[in-house]
């Protein structure tokens, strides 16, 4: 089988969720012997075609006008011949240029949900900090595009059930003949066993950006007033505007909580016990608890979004409901008070992970809407 991958950027560059994903497929698509192209923008000049790990990618300059994108686009699907287009993230690709693919039908279309933007305009479901419950009237005016391209499609994959819901509830995707959810891969850079826990304290780690929607202000607060008499110890990782992490920095000023900026999830996920995800979003997933998993790490969370359907509770962790005073302090009180549970949580964490979330995992799935996807073309 050859799948064609459209997506905004492709590694190494600019490597954020929807440059992991198409790369987990991507590469191990090529492991399992299929062929693979992904057609991308790039932020070199021009039109480039490199090989990355046995992937072919063609990369379009931002120097590049849309009407000559559409034409190397339509170049590049005559001259690949792939079985499957996949679109993920084709944020930098007009929009008309995928309805047009998906109206020629010469080869099925396959769009995944990772985020909001064919929902709305600013990418966000966000207005004045606060989350869309559903679309506005302007994102509606200014998503006409977005819903004649999600009409024309053969398949559509939600990373979340949460997130295909949303979609169709504002009208998309209602009647695509091939739906499903498929959570998403993701396979750590390197397996570094986690570092013992020395003591009864136990570890506690963030990994995210530094800003008011991610809740961080809502875990720091909890940690040092609720639960400040407590033997405990926190890690924060990630960056966010300058003010802002002075802020957090100053008003939660404890000799138990590090701020160590930018570093890789590995790193800090092989030196805590549970991570934290906070989370005041309605994430499509929030992937984090996925890598979270994979170095056998069990993930306290919000109720929001996506995030849910993969916190097995009290299993692989636990959830709380941010806007309910003490839920929080009370989720991270149950393993305070019972440590040893945390090590049982661990290999539970590490075992979800191997089941369900590695690339081949995620691929076993995807081949099942791919055959479905073909099949429905052919009808």
Request: aromatic share 8%; net charge neutral; proline share 6%.
């Amino acid at each position: 089988m050859h799948v064609f991958f459209i997506n905004a950027r492709y590694a190494p560059e600019r490597i954020a969720g929807p440059a992991f994903t198409t790369q987990y497929l991507a590469k191990q698509l090529v492991r399992e012997g299929d062929q693979v192209t992904v057609f991308c923008r790039s932020e070199r000049l021009a039109v480039n075609r490199d090989e990355h790990d046995g992937v072919t990618v063609v990369r379009i300059g931002l120097d590049v006008s849309t009407s000559r994108l559409a034409q190397y686009l339509v170049d590049a699907v005559n001259f690949f011949r792939p079985d499957v287009i996949h679109t993920l993230f084709p944020r930098e690709i007009p929009i008309e240029l995928l309805s047009s693919l998906a109206t020629q039908r010469r080869v099925p279309v396959l769009q995944t949900l990772l985020s909001f933007f064919l929902l709305c305009a600013r990418g966000s479901m966000m207005r004045d900090g606060r989350m869309c419950n559903s679309q506005c009237v302007d994102c509606h005016a200014a998503t006409a595009g977005q819903r004649d391209f999600a009409g024309r499609v053969a398949g559509v994959v939600g990373i979340s059930r949460f997130i295909l819901d949303l979609h169709q509830r504002c009208g998309l995707f209602r009647s695509t003949p091939v739906q499903q959810v498929i959570h998403d891969a993701y396979k750590p850079p390197f397996h570094e066993p986690a570092v013992p826990r020395k003591g009864d304290a136990l570890r506690f780690g963030y990994l995210g950006r530094l800003v008011p929607q991610k809740g961080v202000e809502l875990l720091l607060k909890t940690l040092t007033t609720q639960l400040a008499d407590r033997d405990w110890s926190l890690v924060v990782a990630g960056k966010g505007d300058a003010g802002y992490e002075t802020m957090l920095k100053h008003n939660y000023a404890d000799p138990r909580i590090r701020f160590v900026g930018f570093v890789e999830s590995g790193e800090v996920l092989s030196q805590i016990d549970v991570l934290l995800v906070p989370s005041l979003l309605q994430e499509p997933l929030g992937r984090v608890w996925l890598e979270a998993y994979a170095h056998g790490v069990p993930v306290i969370a919000s109720r929001r979004g996506g995030i849910p359907e993969g916190i097995e509770e009290g299993t692989t962790g636990f959830l709380f409901q941010p806007e309910s005073p003490g839920e929080l302090a009370g989720a991270i009180a149950s393993v305070l008070d019972n440590p040893d549970s945390v090590e049982a949580m661990k290999a539970h964490a590490v075992e979800k992970w191997r089941r369900e979330f590695t690339p081949a995992a995620i691929l076993g799935q995807y081949r099942e809407v791919y055959d479905a996807t073909l099949s429905c073309d052919r009808a």
